[in-house]
T-cell receptor, first 115, second 108 residues
Framework: NAGVTQTPKFQVLKTGQSMTLQCAQD?????MSWYRQDPGMGLRLIHY???????DQGEVPNGYNVSRSTTEDFPLRLLSAAPSQTSVYFC??????????????FGNGTRLTVT | GDSVTQMEGPVTLSEEAFLTINCTYT??????LFWYVQYPGEGLQLLLK?????DKGSNKGFEATYRKETTSFHLEKGSVQVSDSAVYFC???????FGTGTSLTVIP
């Protein structure tokens, strides 16, 4: 019963490098999303998807790309890492595409440091 | 737009003390309201929810009542334990607008 799985748990990048944060869920959820968590800022939505082939921007999308080729996977790509992207990243999924009553299920996060 | 305002922390309490964490919201329509808890090194997990006005959500001794007249969803627990030490987030349905989180430390 894995739920939402994120890899890696920790990552250190140099400015300008690119990388992909992986997220997979095994609950057949249509909705998936990425958040970043910064001290004093709570969680901020980066990108989200309501199904395979459909993605949209959240509150803070700049510097990040996503794709959704399957229901299970929703990778987050950092194109050219910047120190401002140092954060903890959470992937989440939900059964309910409109997020009215169903809660989000979160992964355990990826702690990213950009030097 | 929609938003959630949450009591700032950190909060430090002695074991068996009473806990209140305030949460107010601004929203159009009739949102559902959620409290999530984040233990150290983990992701957020649902603590409780309420889907309409006057509903009371409860779990693990925590309670929160959806008050439309005061646009509030305050989290309460009558007697906290050391194991309740965590960060608590209030959230609104839709695109899930989250509060900034309130860190709670319970000391023996």
């Amino acid at each position: 019963n894995a739920g939402v799985t994120q890899t890696p748990k920790f990552q250190v990048l140099k400015t300008g490098q690119s990388m992909t944060l992986q997220c997979a869920q095994d609950m057949n959820h249509e909705y998936m999303s990425w958040y970043r968590q910064d001290p004093g800022m709570g969680l901020r939505l980066i990108h989200y998807s309501v199904g395979a082939g459909i993605t949209d921007q959240g509150e803070v999308p700049n510097g990040y790309n996503v794709s959704r080729s399957t229901t299970e996977d929703f990778p987050l790509r950092l194109l050219s890492a910047a120190p401002s992207q140092t954060s903890v990243y959470f992937c989440a999924s939900s059964y309910d595409k409109v997020l009215k009553n169903s809660p989000l299920h979160f992964g355990n996060g990826t702690r990213l440091t950009v030097t | 737009g929609d938003s959630v305002t949450q009591m700032e922390g950190p909060v430090t309490l002695s074991e068996e003390a009473f806990l209140t964490i305030n949460c107010t919201y601004t929203a159009t329509g009739y949102p559902s309201l959620f409290w999530y808890v984040q233990y150290p090194g983990e992701g957020l997990q649902l603590l409780l929810k309420a889907t309409k006005a006057d509903d009371k959500g409860s779990n693990k001794g925590f309670e929160a009542t959806y008050r439309k007249e005061t646009t509030s969803f305050h989290l309460e627990k009558g007697s906290v334990q050391v194991s309740d030490s965590a960060v608590y987030f209030c959230a609104l349905s839709g695109q899930f607008y989250f509060g900034t989180g309130t860190s709670l430390t319970v000391i023996p």
